[in-house]
């Protein structure tokens, strides 16, 4: 019997120094998991005969068991190298076997997917063209193709306008358009720009044109400014004259007045107003503001001076309705009221303007010099003392060239007491003209936009409109010689360029969003200045965030997620079956894995550029080598010792 103790015992210290040389030749193995042996000892016993004084039958191996402890992160020179600080393992596609691992030494293959060093694909959480992951888990791949440029379609400018400037003024005149008479206007007239050398330049305006018109055929003159502006109130809008079912037509798109909103609560006499200018804002009439105004009446405003049609169709019960002026509005929808605008014009210096009806029968459409005798400048963007302030920044059309545009900032005149401090915003791109032309075809005008600042110096309207967003909507994309270079090209208003920018975007069109925009009492300052697009680049790098999150770099700047790395988890860690490679297989003892996105649940996150070493504490083992020899020799003394005691019975005569 203590022949078989002590063989026993010679196999469990043979095991235990198998299991700790194992540990100690991987000491050096990147993720890989020391294991210790664990015993039992072994008693021989029958049914219901144990005995009273068992003997021991000697000792078994009970269990080689891994230990999963945290190993130490060094880091490393490859950006691609992953530790997984916590709990979970790498999930690896081996040819369609599914293995795990610990080891993150990680590389790209010829195809571009990211592998360790025997080849086995990183599995993780795709993601889409924009960089959008996803829950769909596959093979982590780099794509080493050029990133395709995108198209600037919004500018969000954060400046400051310095309050204290002052408003650039010198001598000139400042003229208007007489309301009543350009609404009058059944004939054709003809305004005469003379300028200090007595040259003069003639400018035709057609019987019935708008103020829009009329102000872009003027701002094609030398040191001539104009712009147009129509305001239309709805006088008596808040004194019961509306009711529900009525329908007010502007610019051919009906809009009726509703008695409850969308989920059904009945809405008062102001509500229903307000409900009906909020319809009219949110339509496809995006050139118009619609706003409530002191009195509660409704205004509809057309910052850029279009002519603006209504008619009022009562069906609802509602009464008659008439403008401010006192004119009743038209009930047929064919023949309706027009509201013409007027026209603020500004004159350089020593420069005059006349009017001459070409027909008897019409008043003269301007009502004469400002009393005041000064004018500010005519803005000039090649004259920095016509404007306060300027920035500049680049965009990218849609092949990814670069284009520089210039905004140019002017304080104008208040208009009154506590009626705002407004400015004028002039925009051009590399040095051209981008505002929508007069007629279809026809040449880029000044892109120009009034901005209204209140008395906390925040901005209230651009061109009275709260959303304090304007559109760019004639930009050519030219070429260093001045010629189109193939670039998507403009919509305009007119053929329905419009906020927020459709996406896809179909044209150059793109809007500046100016709601952060202030005039404080401090120096002039682009606090910020973000555009969306970008040109074309070449992939310069890879990084990996601690979310496992897989970004590459490219040459311009830009970087776009790839994908995300998975991990696994198990509920019996201990349960997993090695396969070698420093990888493990799940097993029935294991469970199912838990596959989920690092540094979530339980667990750990992922260190880049670096990797976990063994988890092996060498000095610990290099003791357990001792104690597994001396446990050994002890065993085989146990041999010896049998052996001579049964020599000396053999000896006996």
Do not use: C
Not at 430 to 459: H, I, K, S
């Amino acid at each position: 019997m203590a022949f078989n103790i002590g063989l026993s015992g010679l196999r469990a210290s043979q095991v235990d120094l198998d299991v700790t040389g194992n540990n100690i030749s991987n000491a050096s193995t990147v993720g890989f998991k020391g294991s210790e042996a664990q015993f039992g000892d072994l008693y021989a016993s029958g049914f219901l005969s144990s005995g009273s004084n068992p003997i021991g039958d000697g000792v078994r191996v009970q269990d080689v068991q891994q230990q999963f402890g945290q190993g130490n992160i060094r880091f490393t020179d490859n950006g691609l190298d992953m530790a997984i600080n916590g709990d979970g393992f790498f999930v690896l596609n081996n040819d369609g076997e599914v293995r795990y691992s610990r080891a993150g030494q990680f590389g790209i293959d010829k195809d571009g997917f990211v592998t360790n060093n025997q080849n086995m694909r990183v599995q993780g959480f795709q993601a889409d063209d924009d960089g959008n992951l996803s829950g769909v888990r596959g093979d982590l791949q780099v794509d080493s193709d050029n990133l395709a440029p995108q198209r600037t379609t919004n500018v969000d400018s954060d400046l400051n306008l310095d309050s204290r400037e002052s408003v650039l003024a010198e001598s000139g005149s400042r003229y208007e358009t007489d309301q009543p008479a350009l609404n009058a206007q059944t004939n054709a007239q003809e305004l005469t720009v003379t300028y200090p050398d007595s040259t003069t330049r003639t400018v035709d305006i057609a019987a019935g044109a708008s103020a829009r018109s009329i102000a872009n055929s003027l701002s094609q003159e030398e040191d001539v400014s104009a712009t147009g502006r129509t305001e239309s109130v709805l006088d008596g809008t808040n004194d019961g004259n509306i009711l529900p079912g009525d329908i007010l037509t502007l610019q051919n798109v009906d809009f009726t007045v509703q008695a409850t909103d969308d989920n059904g609560n009945a809405l008062t006499q102001q509500e229903q107003l307000q409900q009906l200018a909020d319809d009219i804002n949110g339509s496809s009439l995006s050139s118009l503001n619609a706003t409530i105004n002191g009195a509660g009446d409704l205004r509809i405003i057309s910052s850029r001076g279009d002519t603006l049609g209504f008619s009022y169709d009562n069906s609802g019960g509602g009464g008659s309705l008439e403008f401010d002026s006192g004119t009743a509005v038209s009930g047929d929808p064919n023949n309706p009221s027009e509201q013409v605008g007027g026209v603020n014009i500004t004159l350089g210096r020593d420069i005059t303007l006349a009017a001459t009806p070409d027909t008897a029968g019409d008043d003269t459409i301007l009502t004469g010099e400002s009393p005041d005798g000064f004018v500010t400048n005519t803005f000039d963007p090649t004259d920095q003392r016509t404007y306060n302030h300027a920035t500049s920044s680049t965009i990218y059309d849609s092949l990814g060239n670069p284009h520089t545009m210039t905004q140019y900032f002017v304080k104008e005149p208040a208009t009154g007491v506590n009626q705002g401090s407004p400015w004028s915003l002039y925009v051009q791109i590399d040095g051209r003209n981008v505002g929508d032309p007069v007629t279809p075809g026809g040449q880029p005008t000044m892109a120009q936009y009034d901005l209204l600042f209140n008395e906390n110096g925040t901005l209230e309207s651009v061109d009275g409109d709260p959303e304090n967003e304007i559109l760019v909507s004639n930009w050519v994309p030219v070429d260093e010689n001045g010629q189109p270079n193939g670039a998507d090209g403009p919509r305009t208003v007119a053929d329905g360029g419009q906020i927020p920018i459709p996406e896809p975007p179909v044209s150059s069109n793109f809007s500046i969003d100016l709601r952060d925009t202030t005039q404080y009492g401090s120096e002039f300052a682009v606090n910020d200045q973000q555009q969306n697009g970008f040109t074309t680049g070449r992939l310069s790098g890879l990084d990996v965030s601690n979310e496992g999150v897989l970004f590459a770099r490219y040459s311009n700047g830009q970087s776009l997620t790839l994908g995300q790395v998975a991990l696994a988890g198990f509920n019996n860690t201990e349960g997993l079956s090695p396969v070698g490679e420093t990888t493990w297989v799940e097993t029935f003892e294991s469970g199912q894995p838990i596959v989920g996105a690092p540094d979530s649940g339980t667990l750990g996150s992922i260190k880049s550029s670096s990797v976990e070493e063994s988890n092996v504490d060498l000095s610990g083992e290099l003791v357990n080598l001792i104690i597994a020899q001396r446990n050994y020799q002890a065993n085989a003394k146990t041999i010896e010792t049998a052996d001579s005691v049964t020599q000396t019975i053999i000896n006996l005569r």
